[in-house]
Each structure stands twice: as structure tokens, then as C-alpha cells.
């Protein structure tokens, strides 16, 4: 009898041992079922027990591609995630690579720059000699094409270099400083100078006036005896035609231009050293040019170090002394030891520079307000500043410690003296610092001024300092720059008579500078030397705009005459306007802020402190 699962209802009278065997041999698993199964030894129902009943399962369907074989359903996937992507993110590249393009303008440059572009353009106009044809006055052409003719011994003649005024007298001592401050200028933001256009151009200037400063005297030797001084010129109070008296464009000049000698002239060589090792750091990359510079600078310097040759180079001279009168050359033996060692790393520059006896004589610790206007003529705060640039960035430690940090704070109580709640110098109600006491022609000293504390402020926030100290008080940087732009606010035009005293900057400017060649029509008519006289007399306007000329400025009462005749107002200067460009690119924010940290060290070797000399024996 069998039930329906086809097993036997009989009973089972069988070996127990037999039962146990078969019951062993039923507990396999399913993998030793699929072993089995090949044999056959396995009839179907223990094959059913075992696996249970079948399950229907769906096959998966692949798609051959020929290299490969995938799922149908990962392919699937795969092409609808490429067609979104396509259009979430392709097909607006796409669209937008379609579209015409549309350049965004740069950014206006600020008024600082604006007026940088003008103040360059008056060294144009006040080029000396043959002019390229690239120099940018259209009322200008070749002029003093004989100066140095009256010297013998002069084979090329002193043609070139640039007049310093409204005048056509080439004064060498200011013509030297105001390379000098154009070629620091450039050391110090050559990024600004490049970011704005200028950068070939400055150097065209400054090579301009270097190339000049390296006729007057034998650059070729390794020891002078004198240095040609000066060309034109003329004596207060003369009726005899010179630069002074006659009132002639440059190119018409019709009467003697004598050139002045010293054989001696510590001030003079001084800042002509300071000049030519400037510049030949701003052309390290003209080897040759930069090394005439450098070897020209040495020996110039040499001269100014002479014992024998320490007579002021104006003493006596009427055609000098009435005009660019030295006070004094230890400033200057400071300021070109200075850049002689930034120029060549000859430790023995440095070492003079800072020689105790060197401030002594200046009398730079004496803090004594005059000596903290930077000028054509005193230089101390200047070179205390490059000095005390070598202790922030360089920290030479032992044996310059001392002195550098006298040079440091030193620099500081200037900085302190700038400040108006120090009371240290006057401010008119418009808020112009008075330098120079109240007298004539302050804006030069301004632009100085305010160069110095940007840039001050610049090598503060190069290295990490926040600010400085007046006595207990510290001040940040902000105040440094504060003070800069004020200054050369009121310069540009933010003042009471709401002028800019940058001719040519902003919509009112002087209109009458005192100036010949600018004074005169460009209408090539040949105008006698009292024939030009009624050009400088007339209450017209000048015919031509001398771009960038800073004038002498305002009065103590802010007030100003645009009157041609009164130089006072209305003269302006290289040297002054060396300063104003100066100011103006430390403070443009065109190219970045902040100075060039490593340039101006390009030949300086690394400085490690000296080990100081052991103490004095203790004696009981």
C-alpha cells in the first residue's frame, strides 16, 4: 500500500543498523546531492526532498557589443545618463561658446595714476639736446646742440640731460637727485610701472638723464681731478643776455651758455654717485650699461671723498650759489654710500654708511625739524629710510645693529613729525603740511614728504609690522597712508581754490605757468632774447600745455596766483616733479600694492651677523 507521497505504509522489519545507515545517507547536503546526481544513485522523489520544487527564473538578456558583452539593462542606463548629461551640461557650453564674445573694459585707473601718465610726460618737455622722435611735445625740438663748447677738453661737447625750470640752465645737483628719485621709484614698483604702461618709458627718462651725467666727467678713468657742474646760467641782477634775462624757447637760443667746473664738491659727486648706482640697479638687465653706471658712480664717489676736494661745490660761484645752494655733504656721503652698496654689495659702502661719525656730522639725531624734509639739498631722511630697509628685511645683526637702529627710529620720529596733532610743522586751513615755513614753493617738499611715509608704510606691511610708535603711542600703517594721499589730494585738487596743481590734471589747473618754451606759440617765429619778452608779460594763457608740471604751489593761506611772472606759484621743477612721481606710484592701486622686496638687493651678498668681540678682561 503506498500513500500519495510514494512512500510504503508497510513496516519496516529491517536491520536497525541497516535504518541507521540509510538515514545517514539521506542527511546530505545540497552540494553533495549535485555530486551524487551525476551518478545516479538518487532516485527523483529524494532528488524532490532534497532541492524542493522548481522555481521559475527569468534569464537576463546581454547585448553582444563585440569586444564586450553587457547587461541590456546597464547599456540602457548607460546611453540615457550620456543624453542628460549631454543637455544638462554640454549643450550650454555649447550655446555659450556660440555666443559673440564680449570683452569686459578694465577698470578706469584711479586719479593717481591719471596724474602719474602727466607728471612723466613734463620730463619730455624739459629734455635738452636731440630729441627722438618719439618724445611726445609737439612744441619741442633739438636745442642745446653747443653746450660744453667752451670747454676744450670736452670732445662731445655736455649735449642732452634736461633743463631745470622754467628756465633753459641745466643745474646738475638737482638734475642728479631727481634721477635718483625716479630710479628709486622704480626699484621700489617696477610691477606698477609695468601694469600701467610706463615702465619703458621711465627708463627712457632716467637713461636720458644718466647718459647726460656720465659726459661731465671722464667716466672712462678711475680718478678725477673735476666735474663740469652746470651749463647756462645767470647772475642776479644782470642785464646781460643769459637764461634769466633773455625769455627765449630752448631751441632759440642765441646767447653764451657757460659751463661751470668744480674741482672740488662733496655734495655734487655725492648725489651724482647716488644717481648712477641707482639707475644701474633699474638697468640690471643692460649688463654693460648697468656696470658703466656702477664703476661711474665709484669714481664720482671717490672725488666726493677726497679731503682735498670738500670745498662746496657753489662756494662763490654767482651763477650757483643764489639757486641750488648746498647746506651741507654728509647726507650725501650717507645717501650714496648707501646706494653704492645696494649697487655693487662692496661691504666697505655699507660700513661708511653707517660710520657713527657719518649722522654725527649730519646731524641726523639731533631731531631738528628741518632735517626730516626731504630735498634737492638734504637727503638725510632719505637715506636713514634706505637704511633702515636693510634692517627690516635683511637683519644683519652684529656690527650695524646699532647704528640701524638709530637710522629706524630716527625714521620714525620723522614719520611722527608728519603727523598733524604733533604740532611739529604748521597746516594751512586747507590742510597742506608746511615744510619749508611758510615760504614759496612748498609742493615739492609735500610730494616728498608724502612719498616718504608710503613708502615707509609699504616696507612695514612687507615684513609683517603693523605700525610704529610716536613716543607711547602707536599708530598702524593706515595712518602713513592717510597722510600720503591727503597730501597728494590737495595737490590734485582737493584744496580751497579747488585746482589741481598738476597742469593738465583735472578740469582747473594754472593756465600761466612760468615757463619759456610753453609760454611761446609754436609758430615758427624766431623771437629775440627781450623779443620773447612779450610772452612772458602777456595775461594770456600759455599757447602750450606743459603736461604734468607740478608748480610751486600755494601760499601759508592756501591762496594761489596764476600769474606767469610770479615763478613763485607758478614755476615748476624737475626735482620737484621727480618727487610727485614718486608719491604717485607708491600710491597707485594700479599693478598691486606694496614694494618690490628682493630687486633692489639683487648684488648684495647674504649677511650673517659678526661674532662680537669677546669682553674685556675682568680686572678686580
Known amino acids: 500500500m503506498h500513500n500519495h507521497w510514494g512512500g510504503s505504509l508497510e513496516i519496516n ?36 526532498w532534497l532541492l524542493g520544487p522548481e522555481q521559475n527564473k527569468k534569464k537576463k538578456k546581454y547585448v553582444d557589443l563585440g569586444c564586450i558583452v553587457c547587461s541590456r539593462t546597464a547599456l540602457k542606463w548607460t546611453i540615457w545618463s550620456i543624453v542628460i548629461a549631454f543637455f544638462v551640461i ?13 570683452k569686459h573694459r578694465p577698470p578706469p585707473p584711479d586719479n593717481y595714476t591719471a596724474a602719474l601718465h602727466k607728471a612723466l610726460l613734463f620730463f619730455n ?36 640731460g634736461y633743463y631745470d625750470a622754467g628756465d633753459n640752465t641745466k643745474f646738475h645737483f638737482p638734475m642728479s637727485f631727481a634721477m635718483t628719485m625716479l630710479s628709486w621709484s622704480v626699484i621700489e614698483y617696477e610691477h606698477k610701472y609695468r601694469a600701467i604702461g610706463e615702465y ?8 636720458w638723464g644718466t647718459d647726460y651725467l656720465l659726459l661731465t666727467f671722464n667716466s672712462s678713468a678711475t680718478k678725477i681731478d673735476k666735474i663740469y657742474s652746470q651749463v647756462g646760467g645767470s647772475q642776479n641782477g644782470s642785464r646781460t643776455p643769459d637764461d634769466h634775462y633773455c625769455w627765449q624757447r630752448p631751441e632759440d637760443m642765441d646767447y653764451t651758455r657757460r659751463t661751470q667746473t668744480a674741482t672740488s664738491g662733496p655734495e655734487l ?10 639707475a644701474s640697479i633699474v638697468f640690471r638687465d643692460n649688463p654693460s650699461y648697468s656696470k658703466k653706471l656702477s664703476r661711474g658712480a665709484e669714481t664720482v664717489f671717490d672725488f666726493a671723498r677726497d679731503r682735498g676736494k670738500r670745498t662746496p661745490y657753489c662756494r662763490g660761484n654767482p651763477y650757483i ?19 653704492l652698496f645696494y649697487a655693487t654689495g662692496n661691504n666697505s659702502y655699507f660700513a661708511l654708511a653707517t660710520n657713527p661719525g657719518i649722522p654725527r656730522n649730519a646731524r641726523a639725531f639731533r631731531t631738528i625739524p628741518d632735517l626730516s624734509v626731504l630735498s634737492w639739498d638734504n637727503k638725510l631722511p632719505a637715506a636713514m629710510l634706505i637704511l633702515t630697509r636693510i634692517r627690516l628685511f635683511l637683519s644683519p645683526g652684529y656690527p650695524y645693529e646699532d647704528m640701524l637702529k638709530s637710522y629706524h627710529n630716527a625714521t620714525e620720529l620723522t614719520m611722527c613729525s608728519y603727523l598733524q596733532t604733533y604740532n611739529v610743522f604748521n597746516w594751512t586751513r586747507g590742510e597742506m603740511i608746511q ?67 598738476v597742469v593738465g590734471f583735472g578740469s582747473k589747473y594754472p593756465r600761466h605757468v612760468h615757463h619759456r618754451g610753453a609760454s611761446i606759440p609754436n609758430n615758427k617765429i624766431r623771437y629775440s632774447c627781450t623779443g620773447g619778452w612779450q610772452w612772458r608779460d602777456t595775461r594770456t594763457p600759455n599757447p602750450n600745455t606743459i603736461s604734468g608740471a607740478m608748480v610751486g604751489g600755494p601760499d601759508r593761506f592756501d591762496n594761489f596766483k ?46 650673517h651677523p659678526a661674532t662680537p668681540p669677546p669682553p674685556a678682561p675682568w680686572r678686580p
Open 269 to 278: 659727486a655725492g648725489e651724482m654717485a647716488a644717481a648712477m648706482a641707482a
Open 562 to 607: 596764476d600769474v606767469r611772472a610770479n615763478y613763485s606759484y607758478t614755476e615748476p621743477t624737475i626735482a620737484g616733479n621727480a618727487g610727485l612721481v614718486a608719491a604717485l606710484v607708491s600710491l597707485t592701486s594700479s599693478g598691486g600694492v606694496g614694494v618690490d622686496k628682493n630687486t633692489i638687493f639683487s648684488a648684495v651678498p647674504p649677511m
Open 125 to 160: 618737455a624739459q629734455k635738452s639736446g636731440k630729441l627722438p622722435k618719439n618724445n611726445g611735445i609737439p612744441w619741442r625740438r633739438d636745442s642745446g646742440l653747443q653746450d660744453g663748447s667752451d670747454e676744450s677738453e670736452l670732445k662731445n661737447g655736455l649735449v642732452g
Open 435 to 501: 615744510l619749508n615755513h611758510g615760504t614759496a614753493q612748498n609742493l615739492q617738499y609735500v610730494a616728498n614728504a608724502a612719498f616718504l611715509a608710503s613708502i615707509f608704510a609699504d616696507y612695514l606691511n612687507a615684513t609683517g609690522i603693523p605700525g610704529w610708535n610716536c613716543g607711547p603711542r602707536f599708530y598702524s600703517i593706515s595712518v602713513l597712508k592717510d597722510f600720503a594721499t591727503s597730501q597728494m589730494n590737495y595737490i590734485l585738487g582737493a584744496n580751497p581754490m579747488n585746482m589741481s596743481y
Open 13 to 48: 522489519t529491517a536491520d536497525p543498523t541497516n535504518e541507521d545507515e540509510k538515514s545517514r545517507n539521506l542527511d546530505w547536503d545540497k552540494a553533495s546531492f549535485a555530486h551524487q546526481r551525476y551518478h545516479g544513485n538518487l532516485d527523483e522523489t529524494q532528488q524532490s
Open 200 to 207: 619703458d618709458h621711465v627708463r627712457d627718462l632716467i637713461k
Open 321 to 339: 650759489e643764489p639757486y641750488y645752494n648746498s647746506t651741507g655733504y654728509f647726507d650725501e656721503y650717507m645717501w650714496g654710500a648707501a646706494w
Open 90 to 102: 554640454g549643450l550650454p557650453i555649447i550655446i555659450a561658446k556660440s555666443l559673440p564674445k564680449h
